[in-house]
């Protein structure tokens, strides 16, 4: 099976299979981890913030910034396709007491200004719930796995911090973002408060996402992840895991975008189907079947059939994921046999 539903199907490289057996352990609820410790350190000074927080997930690390920065009846302001928005289950509502109030995305995801402006502006009249975070995504998940110009976070940065409000940096793959912009993740991270990571998507680890921002923020995330169930004790098993992906897992992702870029010219010149561009792509191909949902859940179970998985987004959209364990040959692979199901659907 050529498996491009996501980049979360990645299993660990035998280095980290390795690591993980040999890693020194202790109780991280204690803080008497050595390999955490370590993990946390180097994740923090990879995005340049004070200091990391170890946790099982990307939901939970978004999750825990998101009750760690806003007090109950505030609102957090994310953006309509955002991962926070749309695919971690109202977590921060159902938990936290927040108001999610989302606004437009542009296809790069990008934020409207205009509408974040407007946000910002919520009168401090008792009857409106007060903005308390900003939330902006990178690389976009939703938006074609697009990167987000560092200049546009910049703008966000600046409408927000001239009003005190903190942002939050849902990076769940800011590697795939440094990669494509030719930058370094702390030059993205510089322009937000605190910042997410996930250990477990193209860097292959099996478990844990890390959220990293100042000292004393992370230290009050310590209390809300203990909170949400996310102490965890010998937690130096997933950590080693982390320390070989940050040593080995960084630079092999330019592959995978370059395999992603591929897969889409391929893709683009099959009769039937629709590749939307995206400015600054990364792992992810978002294409679209031409015809109806029925016809493109046609093709994706005729793709199934013969060895290609892939994920659908709803109506007659798709998503393809480059990711470790994917080579340029499975990428050509995945392009003949689209074209093979599309020639037999489309054909006379
Ligand atoms: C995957 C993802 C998350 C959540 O990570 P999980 O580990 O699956 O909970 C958050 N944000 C974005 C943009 C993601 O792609």
Do not use: W
Not at 67 to 82: D, E, M, W, Y
Not at 145 to 160: K, W
Not at 168 to 178: M, S, T, W
């Amino acid at each position: 099976m050529i498996d491009l539903r996501s980049d979360t199907v990645t299993l660990p490289t035998p280095e980290m299979r390795e690591a993980i057996a040999r890693a020194e352990l202790g109780d991280d609820v204690y803080g008497e981890d050595p390999t955490v410790n370590r993990l946390q350190e180097i994740a923090a000074a990879i995005v340049g913030k004070e200091a990391a927080l170890l946790v099982p997930s990307g939901t939970m690390a978004n999750l825990t910034a998101m009750l760690t920065h806003c007090p109950r009846g505030t609102k957090v302001i994310v953006g309509a396709q955002s991962h926070t928005n749309l695919y971690e289950a109202g977590g921060a509502s159902a938990l936290g007491g927040i108001v999610l109030t989302a606004i437009e995305n542009t296809a790069d995801g990008e934020l409207e200004l205009y509408d974040l402006e407007r946000e910002l502006e919520t009168s401090s009249d008792a009857h409106f719930a007060q903005p308390a975070l900003a939330v902006v995504e990178n690389t976009h998940n939703r938006c074609g796995g697009a990167a987000v110009a560092v200049s546009h976070m910049a703008e966000v940065a600046a409408l927000a911090h001239k009003r005190r409000l903190p942002i939050h940096l849902d990076g769940a793959r800011i590697f795939n973002a440094a990669l494509a912009l030719e930058t370094t993740p702390s030059e993205i991270a510089a322009q937000v408060d605190t910042v997410s990571f996930c250990l477990s998507k193209g860097l292959s680890c099996p478990v844990g996402s890390l959220l990293c921002g100042s000292r004393e923020f992370i230290a009050r995330a310590h209390r809300t992840r203990k909170v949400l169930g996310g102490g965890m004790r010998q937690a130096g098993i997933i950590a080693a895991a982390g320390m070989v992906a940050l040593e080995t897992m960084l630079n092999r992702l330019a592959e995978d975008h370059q395999n992603a870029r591929a897969l889409a010219q391929g893709l683009a010149l099959i009769a039937g189907l629709t590749v939307p561009s995206v400015a600054r792509r990364t792992n992810m191909v978002v294409f679209e079947v031409d015809g109806d949902a029925a016809l493109a859940r046609r093709f994706a179970a005729a793709m199934k059939e013969r060895g290609v998985l892939i994920s659908p987004r709803g109506g007659n959209e798709f998503r393809a994921v480059t990711h470790y364990g994917i080579s340029a040959d499975d990428v050509g692979r995945a392009a003949a046999v689209a074209a093979q199901v599309a020639g037999e659907l489309f054909g006379d």
